[in-house]
């Protein structure tokens, strides 16, 4: 943080002489360097300093004090938002109209009083602009132990007088958790998280594999496809080419099927928490992203993280009063510059661009609300819950690094004698990756996936070099009970003859007499016709029974068209 001197640099010597006024010092020097020097000697004496605070408005006071209890430092853009802005005034403006005098905020006050400054400063996002305090004023009222005015706040029990109330830095400067540990009705209902992400996985990647359409899944397709590339798992996506899906990497996604849940967890995790693709904002299901504009989600991802580290894991927290906590005190976490409307970002329901600091909410705060529910939630590191009287997440809890929400891969298969195949969820992923392969695909249920064998997977199977004997060594190894004889037969069967039997919906054709039939064979529709069932009766080929009855009208027949019973 820069000390008194520090702050004065770039100020012209009648800016210094404006605060010495204020301050009630005479300033002797008319050199800049030693103006600056002197002015600041003075104003680190321990007793003018304090009759100056005492001296402030009480608006003014509370601003300081809520600067203070920041760490001395809060971004220039939520400073001038959350206390008013100081105008922009050139020297002569300023001697002549003598703004100073009549200020229009708190900050307005403290800056020409020199109790603040602004100041470039480097972070992880890089160079951004604060208010700030000297470093020097900061030593004496730790020092002494200044106490602050309390807030109008303070009275009663903190909890209930303001749901959202923050907890900030405590007096000793050591940093507390943002928000507030969640009231009882907040976390009625737990949910608990789970490993359901591998399982979703594991269908999409059945699905690439096999050229598929993607499938429905419990969390977003376009989500899991950035997973299983933030992994390289899969060949990296891009944003317009979401739904296509990305190409399986063979060798990465046996490492990942063979991998314990556990272990595969924390491969997604660890690949979560390093990416700069995995983007977040673009994925919050009320929002849409537009244009060429560019965030940073790394540096987000990072920096809420952090936040999270201070919350007490066996604790459940208030999530709204989290993210009134961030919008109180950093809510420019995301944005450079404190920039609300260069980024094109509509509302989903009803395309209303959400611009300006107004839609704060919507946007900024949208996103922490879904890093925590969304991909925390579904790689296992945070609990959620819900109210008895609403199903919108309210209280969360951080996780213990230590636990585990993944249990063995023990599960067994059931195959039925039509070849159905009813697979649990904990059966080896690999094993349902391969299985999958071989199948038509029915609706699966919250534990169980559902698969059938056809001729038609059979023999797309084959062609991607699949063999029944791999079908049936996977069924063998992984069923609760002994296959089924008649369905090991048919599969050998078919594998060494192919389709033997075949079952179809024709349109046929009767007629009263042979003669009839003969005639018709004679006209232009007899292309129409196909195999012969009998003396009276043939079939129809596809979609030609309009020009069928046509013919036999022209022969002077009235055809009955009947319906199937």
Not at 184 to 213: C, F, N, Y
Not at 244 to 256: H, K, N, T, W, Y
Not at 276 to 292: A, D, K, M
Not at 350 to 378: K, Q
């Amino acid at each position: 943080m820069p000390n008194l001197v520090q702050s004065f640099h770039g100020r012209d010597i009648e800016f210094l002489r404006i605060i010495a006024r204020l301050w009630g010092i005479e300033l002797a020097a008319s050199n800049i360097d030693k103006a600056q020097n002197e002015l600041a000697t003075a104003m680190l004496d321990q007793a003018l300093f304090i009759d100056m605070l005492d001296s402030l408005p009480a608006d003014a006071r509370l601003t300081f004090d809520e600067l203070i209890k920041a760490d001395g430092k809060l971004p220039w853009a939520t400073f001038t938002r959350r206390f008013g802005g100081i105008r922009e005034a050139g020297p002569g403006r300023r001697d002549r109209e003598k703004i100073y005098l009549n200020p229009v905020s708190p900050a307005e006050v403290l800056f020409y009083r020199g109790l603040i400054a602004k100041a470039f400063f480097d972070i992880p996002a890089g160079a951004k602009e604060f208010a700030f305090i000297p470093f020097d004023f900061l030593n004496i009222i730790n020092r002494e132990e200044l106490s602050l005015v309390p807030s109008p706040n303070a009275v009663g029990d903190p909890i209930e007088q303001n749901p959202n109330a923050i907890m900030t830095e405590s007096s000793a400067g050591s940093s507390e958790p943002l928000g507030r540990p969640a009231l009882p009705k907040e976390h009625t209902r737990p949910l608990v998280a789970s490993d359901r992400l591998l399982d979703d996985a594991t269908t999409l990647l059945a699905a690439l594999r096999m050229g598929l359409p993607l499938p429905d899944i419990r969390i977003s397709v376009n989500v899991v496809l950035e997973f299983l590339s933030a992994a390289k798992i899969i060949h990296p996506v891009s944003h317009d080419e979401k739904g296509s899906g990305g190409e399986p990497l063979i060798d990465a996604v046996r490492r990942f099927l063979e991998a314990s849940r556990q272990n595969a967890r924390e491969m997604l995790v660890t690949a979560w928490l390093e990416s700069v693709t995995f983007n977040e904002l673009r994925q919050v299901p009320s929002l849409v992203c537009e244009g060429e504009w560019s965030n940073k989600p790394l540096v987000t991802r990072k920096y809420l993280l952090t936040l999270l580290k201070a919350i007490p894991e066996t604790t459940w927290w208030s999530l709204p009063a989290f993210i009134h906590s961030i919008k109180e005190k950093d809510p420019d976490f995301q944005r450079p510059a404190g920039d609300y409307d260069s980024w094109f970002i509509k509302r989903k329901s009803d395309g209303t661009y959400l611009r300006g600091f107004d839609n704060w909410n919507e946007v900024d705060g949208a996103l922490v609300r879904y890093i925590i529910t969304g991909p925390m939630f579904w790689l296992g590191l945070v609990e959620l819950a819900i109210p008895a009287d609403n199903d919108e997440v309210s209280a969360f809890r951080v996780i213990s690094g230590k636990s585990t929400i993944s249990v063995a891969e023990t599960g067994k298969l059931h195959v039925s004698s039509q070849g159905k195949i009813n697979v649990p969820r904990h059966l080896p992923r690999l094993a349902r990756y391969q299985i999958a392969r071989f199948c038509e695909w029915d609706v699966e249920k919250e534990d169980e996936y559902h698969y059938r064998v056809s001729t038609a997977s059979l023999k797309k199977a084959a062609e991607q070099g699949l063999k029944v004997k791999q079908l049936l060594s996977l069924l063998a190894r992984n069923a609760a009970t002994e296959i089924p004889p008649a369905f090991i037969k048919a599969l050998k069967r078919w594998e060494l003859n192919g389709i033997e039997a075949r079952v179809e919906i024709n349109t046929i054709l009767k007629v009263s007499r042979p003669e009839v039939l003969e005639e018709l064979r004679r006209t232009k529709s007899a292309r129409f016709l196909g195999e012969t069932l009998g003396p009276v009766s043939i079939v129809i080929k596809p979609g030609a029974q309009a020009k069928v009855l046509a013919a036999l009208a022209e022969m002077g027949l009235l055809a009955d068209v009947g319906e199937n019973e």
